[in-house]
């Protein structure tokens, strides 16, 4: 996702973007994030691509300062050049000095 997109194209070139994000808190300790991302780009030349990116983000506070926040994301990208995939987790110890809010 980008701010301004390709300046080298002009107004025949269309694209839209569905962004949806759902928060829960299942505990005082235990929160986390689910996004979706679909985004169709229609190019006058044909090279039409197609991209969406599923994750989650689960969120686990041991103290008031500390948490434990992981994420599991998936994106596929449909163009010309074929389909490309990625996959990432990441764990990611957070110290937050103001406590339980972000």
Do not use: C, H
Request: charged share 20%.
């Amino acid at each position: 996702m980008s701010y301004t997109g390709d300046p080298t194209l002009d107004n025949a070139n269309q694209s839209w973007r569905m962004v949806e994000y759902f928060d829960w808190q299942m505990t005082s300790r235990f929160s986390g994030q689910f996004q979706i991302v679909y985004q169709k780009d229609n190019r006058p030349d044909g090279d039409d691509q197609n991209w969406l990116s599923l994750g989650v983000r689960p969120l686990y506070a041991f103290t008031e300062q500390f948490k434990l926040s992981t994420e599991i994301g998936r994106d596929q990208v449909e163009a010309p050049g074929g389909t490309r995939k990625l996959t990432k987790f990441t764990i990611a110890p957070t110290w937050s000095p103001a406590g339980p809010g972000y």
